[in-house]
C-alpha cells in the first residue's frame, strides 16, 4: 500500500511541475510576444525593453509611416520656435504622433557679427566646440607629460597650437552636425524655416525670413524654445571690445592673454582649455566660483586651477573697458 501510495504522490507531483512548466513557459512566451509586439528593438540575448504603449510616447510607433493629421483651420498642429536641443526634441515628439510640424530658427548675430547654423547652443557655441577645445588642450599637455613615460621630445616646451588650424577643425565638425541636423528634418518631415518669429496673435506667427521676405504661418499649437545668450556687462567698453562664448570658438586668431568676467562654469571651462593651449587666463570672480554649486568641491576645484596657471582675481568687479595705444584692453 505505501509503494502505491508514493507512486501516486510521485505522479502527481511530476504533473503539477509540468504543468507549472508549461504555465511559466507559456506566460513568457506570451510576454515576449508583448515586448517584441511594443518594440522591435531587440538583439540577441539583449532587449531594449519598452513599457505598453499607453505609458510611452512613440517607441511603438517609431517604424510606422508619418501620417499628418493637422488642424483644418491652421497650417500646422505645432510650430516651434527655436531649433536647439528642446525644441527639436520637442519637434520630433510631435511629428511621432502624426502631427503636422514646422520649426522656426534664426540667430540674432553677436555685437561682433557671430552667427552660426541650427542646432542651438549646444551645437554650436557650447557643448560640442568646448569639448573638441578642451581636448585640443589635453593633448598638448600629454605631449609634453609624455617625457615622463619614455618618449624622447626635443623640447616639450616649445610645442604650441596652431589656433587656426585647431579652429578650422572644431569649426568643419559643427557645420557636419548642422547638416544632420538639417536631414534629419527632412527625413522626418520636419519644416526648417530659418526666420525671425514674430507673434501676431495667439495661432499666428509672423516669420521674417533671412532673404528679407515674411512669412505667416498659422498652428493649433505654439512652443517657445529660444534659449539664452550671454549678458554683456552695463560697463561702457563691454560690447565695443569684449567677447563672449558665442564669439571664442569662431575667432580667426588666438586670443592670448585673456581675462575672463566672471566664475560660473562656462568661463571656467573657457579658462581652462586657453591655459591649456598655452595662453594667460584670469578669472574675475564677484562673489563666489561657481555659485549655486557644492562649494567645497569649487574650492578644490580653484585650486587645481590656479596649480595650473589659471589666476584669479576675487571679490572685483569690472568697471569699464579701454583700449590702449599698445591695442591691448585694460
Excluded at 504661418?217 to 534659449?227: E, R
Excluded at 575672463?260 to 595662453?279: D, H, N, P, Q, T
Aim: charged share 25%; aromatic share 6%; net charge positive.
Amino acid at each position: 500500500v505505501k509503494m502505491i501510495v508514493s507512486s501516486i504522490l510521485s505522479i502527481l507531483l511530476c504533473c503539477i511541475l509540468a504543468c507549472s512548466s508549461a504555465l511559466s513557459t507559456g506566460l513568457r512566451s506570451a510576454g515576449e510576444r508583448n515586448r517584441r509586439k511594443y518594440n522591435r528593438l531587440t538583439t540577441g540575448r539583449f532587449e531594449h525593453k519598452s513599457p505598453p504603449h499607453n505609458l510611452v510616447s512613440r517607441n511603438h510607433q517609431q517604424d510606422r509611416p508619418i501620417r499628418h493629421r493637422q488642424d483644418s483651420e491652421n497650417d500646422y498642429d505645432l510650430v516651434v520656435v527655436g531649433g536647439g536641443s528642446g525644441g527639436l526634441a520637442c519637434a520630433k515628439e510631435a511629428v511621432s504622433y502624426g502631427k503636422k510640424v514646422a520649426v522656426l530658427d534664426f540667430v540674432t548675430p553677436s555685437p561682433h557679427g557671430t552667427t552660426w547654423g541650427l542646432g542651438g547652443t549646444c551645437v554650436n557655441v557650447g557643448c560640442i566646440p568646448k569639448k573638441l577645445m578642451h581636448q585640443a588642450a589635453l593633448l598638448g599637455e600629454a605631449v609634453k607629460e609624455a617625457v615622463f613615460y619614455g618618449w624622447e621630445i626635443s623640447d616639450p616646451e616649445e610645442i604650441k597650437i596652431n589656433w587656426e588650424n585647431m579652429r578650422q577643425a572644431v569649426q568643419n565638425h559643427v557645420k557636419s552636425v548642422n547638416w544632420v541636423t538639417r536631414v534629419m528634418l527632412r527625413e522626418k518631415q520636419i519644416e526648417y524655416v530659418n526666420g525671425h518669429a514674430e507673434f501676431v496673435d495667439d495661432h499666428k506667427i509672423l516669420a521674417r525670413l533671412k532673404n528679407g521676405s515674411e512669412r505667416t504661418l498659422t498652428a493649433q499649437n505654439i512652443v517657445i524654445a529660444v534659449g539664452g545668450r550671454p549678458n554683456y556687462p552695463e560697463i561702457p567698453g563691454a560690447k565695443e571690445y569684449c567677447i563672449t562664448s558665442d564669439d571664442i570658438f569662431s575667432l580667426e586668431k588666438p586670443p592670448g592673454n585673456t581675462l575672463v568676467i566672471g566664475a560660473g562654469y562656462i568661463g571656467l571651462e573657457c579658462a581652462g582649455f586657453l591655459r591649456g593651449m598655452g595662453m594667460e587666463a584670469t578669472v574675475m570672480v564677484r562673489s563666489v566660483v561657481l555659485r549655486g554649486f557644492d562649494q567645497q568641491m569649487a574650492t578644490l576645484l580653484t585650486q587645481e586651477m590656479e596649480d595650473r596657471g589659471v589666476k584669479f582675481l576675487q571679490r572685483c568687479i569690472p568697471l569699464k573697458v579701454v583700449k590702449v595705444e599698445s591695442g591691448k584692453l585694460q
